[in-house]
């Protein structure tokens, strides 16, 4: 095991982490545990300057007390603004959306990674994958799509497949997502403020009915399988499972489909530099690739035991040291 590393993760603000479930905690808390530096640094301070990327960092120290509030998961030990190329390992953990402000960062995170930092996931690979897109590239998994902000577009979609899915292509957690049946009166107003009078560019695809079964979140780490997926069971009336959305999250084990998906994905993703990747699967059938801040790590492992933040440290101190 990899001793005594610096490990610098690019966070939303710690006090917004709801640590009794998130998945960057838990990799703090392991990394912690192992006995590695651990940094966190907001997105709004990275700079460059003279060839060098920098940011604003805090070294913590990390209460590995599962229970411990949000308010007392960690401490601070010291603050300043370092070269992201002295840390061993940045991690970038910002949540979606992926705004200019990000696509910003990738940018500044890419002139890091030519001064010599490593970045997980990589820079490139972050603003190359888009995570509705990136379903494009993997269409042989997916159901019936189109990619368009013409509203007569997406209108005759709707009317070939009946029941159709309609979301923007930076949204998380389920947020403006419509689900449209044949006849509903609100089809155009949905089609107007979900493409912004067709400036805006969305996904429709086929609604796919397994969704009663779960919105399955399956994780790939270094390319291969998590053994259990997140399924997140829509509530009572609610067509999306998003736990953000109110759905409830329940851990099994993956199907033949789900390590077929992952199978063919897992490879060539982390060929690309993704470390960690969280496949969205429905039914037999992948509706999203998260390469951003992909989670569920600490309800696996509480419904199941795995240690999934085990498996991802695991898998950074192998690629660090090679």
């Known amino acids: ?57 805090q070294l913590l120290a990390i209460n590995g007390d599962a229970n411990a509030d949000d308010h007392a998961w960690y401490a601070l030990r010291e603050t300043g603004e370092h070269e992201l190329s002295t840390f061993d390992a940045v991690l970038m953990r910002k949540d979606p959306p992926f705004d200019s402000e990000y696509l910003y960062s990738t940018h500044l995170l890419e002139a890091a990674e030519r001064g010599g930092a490593r970045v997980f996931n990589s820079a490139r690979a972050l603003r190359d994958h888009n995570e509705k897109l990136a379903i494009t590239e993997f269409a042989q998994f997916a159901v019936p799509t189109v990619v368009s902000r013409e509203p007569d577009v997406l209108r005759a979609f709707q009317a070939e497949f009946g029941d159709v899915v309609l979301k923007p292509l930076d949204g998380m957690g389920g947020a403006s997502v419509f ?32 969704i009663r079964d779960g919105d399955k979140r399956v994780l790939l780490i270094a390319g291969q399988p998590v053994p ?15 736990l953000a959305a109110g759905g409830t999250g329940r851990a099994q084990p993956l199907s033949e489909g789900d390590r077929a998906i992952a199978a063919a994905l897992g490879p060539t993703l982390a060929a690309r530099g993704l470390l960690l990747v969280g496949l969205d699967v429905i039914g037999n059938h992948l509706t999203e690739v998260n390469v951003t801040s992909p989670t569920c790590f600490v309800e696996i492992g509480q419904q199941t035991g795995f240690n999934v933040a085990g498996m991802f440290i695991d898998a950074l101190e192998a690629a660090l040291a090679r």
């Not at 912004?196 to 009915?209: D, E, H, K, N």
């Open 1 to 57: 095991m990899a001793q005594g590393l610096s490990l610098l993760f690019i966070v939303d603000p710690l006090e917004a982490l709801k640590a009794y479930k998130d998945s960057s905690v838990a990799m703090m808390r392991e990394a912690a545990r192992r006995g590695h530096d651990v940094w966190a640094s907001p997105q709004p301070s990275l700079r460059w300057r003279d060839g060098k990327v920098t940011a604003t960092a």
């Open 179 to 210: 689900r449209v049946k044949t006849g509903d009166p609100n089809l155009n107003v949905i089609l107007e403020t979900i493409t912004q009078l067709g400036s805006r560019t969305v996904m429709a695809q086929r609604f796919i009915p397994e």
């Open 228 to 242: 259990y997926a997140l399924a997140r069971i829509p509530k009572p009336g609610e067509s999306r499972g998003n």
